[in-house]
């Protein structure tokens, strides 16, 4: 082998080297990438916190409550910013002195007392007795993940109330500007004096997808941790 083969075999090996290693950087760079495009996915699809999707103003709990068992049913009006999913809802509740609410029955629906229902255990807070002597609580329910488009007249029905005594449980009236039905009386703008309007609720949830939960971000993380591994494995093949 004379100098100048030997100088173009040494240049071969040198250009087969510098491939192998532009290769390697490629395909690390392969690797990040994919790394990067899952969590990006991961980040994406994770809206914020869950929180109040519709509020129909301040309580009022001193004018007026709506009875919510006994047969009577009041379903309330909103509509919603964003496409959302629903997970709870919390209104106002005045109860005889010494009762607590445990079930309630609940509807979301297209129209007045209709749509996906549920009885609900009630998580009740006690917040005065008001002028009248009743008890008034704050109380939440869950409402199992729900989607509700944007811009779309939705109604939020309670009835069935129950408490352990029998008594009438009533619905707080806060004149918010939802419209209100009452399944023997109808509208309810009015009823009592021009303008009373409404019951004191909130609709919770998340706007947009539901929230992966911490441990769905541990299993994609271990996965594309896997898939890292196995792709270093396959370029080293």
């Known amino acids: 082998m004379n100098a100048g083969s ?21 395909k690390k760079s392969a690797i990040l990438s994919v790394l990067v495009l899952g969590l990006a996915a991961a980040l994406a699809a994770a809206p914020a916190s869950a929180g109040t999707l519709y509020s129909n103003g301040a309580a009022n709990d001193e004018f007026l409550g709506w009875t919510i068992n006994f047969g009577y049913s009041v379903s309330d009006s909103f509509t919603l910013s964003a496409n959302s999913t629903v997970t709870g809802a919390t209104f106002d509740a005045w109860l005889y002195p010494g009762d607590t609410l445990s079930t309630v029955d609940w509807s979301i629906g297209t129209a007045e007392f209709g749509g996906a229902s549920a009885t609900a255990d009630t998580t009740g807070v006690f917040k005065e007795t008001n002028e009248y002597g009743y008890d008034i609580y704050s109380e939440s329910i869950s409402i199992p ?53 409404s019951e004191t609720f909130q609709i919770l949830g998340n706007a947009g997808p539901v929230v992966p939960e911490p441990s769905s971000f541990l299993l994609l993380g271990s996965g594309l941790a896997g898939l890292a591994g196995l792709l270093k494995r396959k370029f080293r093949a």
């Open 6 to 26: 030997h100088h173009l075999l040494r240049g071969e090996r040198l250009g087969i080297a510098v491939a192998m290693m532009k290769g390697t950087k490629m």
């Open 145 to 197: 993940d729900l989607p509700l488009a944007a811009d779309t007249a939705y109604w939020f029905t309670l009835q069935d109330a129950s408490v352990p005594s029998g008594n009438p449980v009533f619905w707080d009236m806060n004149n918010g500007p939802s419209v209100a039905w009452e399944n023997t009386l109808g509208n309810l703008n009015g009823v009592e004096e021009p303008g009373s309007n």
